[in-house]
């Protein structure tokens, strides 16, 4: 089925200059860029898009490390791209990442960790209103 899911590569992996890299690993594996953005996150754009994690003990640190640099927020399209996206990022330990993972090979820690994917159906919906207008959505 096909699936549209939310991607940023976090502020991290785009200062190190791998937004390109992981883009052609996505497009190597069949994924379709639909929309695409140079951004830099509000706390307000934070707070909205990791609202269920608000009140952990790491919360802090990862408004204040997704806020603290541009970033670049894309939507993939494919088959099963939910699941298939996180597959290829990999675990959200780098340590934990499998060989060849997008995690693996450029996360630096668990809080910069290179990439953020949606994890289902709805966060995916939720996710990419929060990013991109219909007119900037390409299918
Ligand atoms: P995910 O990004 O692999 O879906 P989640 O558990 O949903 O992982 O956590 C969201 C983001 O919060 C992670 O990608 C990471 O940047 C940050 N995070 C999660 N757990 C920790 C932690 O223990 N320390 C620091 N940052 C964390």
């Known amino acids: 089925m096909k699936e549209k899911t939310l991607v940023l590569i976090k502020p991290d992996a785009f200062e190190k200059n791998h937004t390109g890299e992981i883009i052609a690993i996505y497009e190597k594996k069949g994924l379709k860029l639909c929309a695409m953005k140079l951004m830099q996150m509000t706390k307000r754009v934070a707070q909205?898009?990791?609202?269920?994690?608000?009140?952990?003990?790491?919360?802090?640190?990862?408004?204040?490390?997704?806020?603290?640099?541009?970033?670049v927020a894309m939507v993939l399209e494919g088959d099963d791209a939910i699941a298939r996206v996180r597959e290829?990022?990999?675990?959200?330990?780098?340590?934990?990442?499998?060989?060849?993972?997008?995690?693996?090979?450029?996360?630096?820690?668990?809080?910069?960790?290179?990439?953020?994917?949606?994890?289902?159906?709805?966060?995916?919906?939720?996710?990419?209103?929060?990013?991109?207008?219909?007119?900037?959505?390409?299918?």
């Not at 609202?51 to 408004?63: C, Q, T, V």
């Open 48 to 71: 909205k898009h990791y609202a269920e994690h608000i009140g952990r003990p790491y919360y802090e640190e990862l408004e204040s490390f997704m806020t603290s640099a541009p970033l």
């Open 88 to 139: 290829i990022n990999g675990k959200t330990n780098p340590a934990e990442a499998a060989e060849g993972t997008v995690r693996r090979l450029f996360a630096e820690s668990v809080g910069k960790n290179a990439v953020h994917a949606s994890d289902s159906p709805e966060s995916a919906a939720r996710e990419i209103a929060i990013f991109f207008s219909e007119i900037e959505i390409f299918d």
